[in-house]
């Protein structure tokens, strides 16, 4: 059995937990997706807010954004460079969604804003040369 050097097990520790996040947050997203569309009066919008979509509209974008997060944390996990890529963009583009659904639902959003800034970190990590496993 070959064992890894230790700057290469950082590195795939790194890259699992950012692939393992987006899954979870992704699966979170897709929660919160479902629960305004199904549940149109769980969340509340107050009358002057900016960025009013409707609750159902709020519903099918976090839909959307989890199912595309939790197939990126699949790509990050199967260790494509591609995947790390665009976990960054999807973790960027999700904490910006959930920043502007704060007024609807503020902790959860806070706490996904955190999850997303943690996976963010997670792979910007290392670089391309320590993601290379031999």
Request: glycine letters at 12%.
């Amino acid at each position: 059995m070959e064992t890894l050097p230790r700057q290469s097990r950082w590195v795939t520790g790194f890259a699992v937990f950012g692939g393992s996040m987006m899954i979870v947050i992704g699966i979170f997203q897709a929660v919160v997706g479902l629960t305004a569309i199904f549940e149109r009066t769980f969340y509340v919008l107050t009358d002057n807010y900016l960025f009013g979509f409707g609750v159902v509209t709020w519903g099918w974008i976090h839909l959307a954004l989890g199912v595309v997060v939790a197939v990126g944390g699949g790509a990050v996990l199967a260790g494509q460079m591609w995947g790390r890529v665009l976990g960054i963009v999807l973790a960027s583009l999700s904490a910006v969604a959930n920043f502007v659904f704060l007024p609807y639902y503020p902790l959860w959003s806070m706490l996904i804003i955190a999850a997303d800034v943690a996976v963010i970190w997670a792979l910007t990590r290392y670089g391309r040369d320590e993601a290379v496993l031999h």
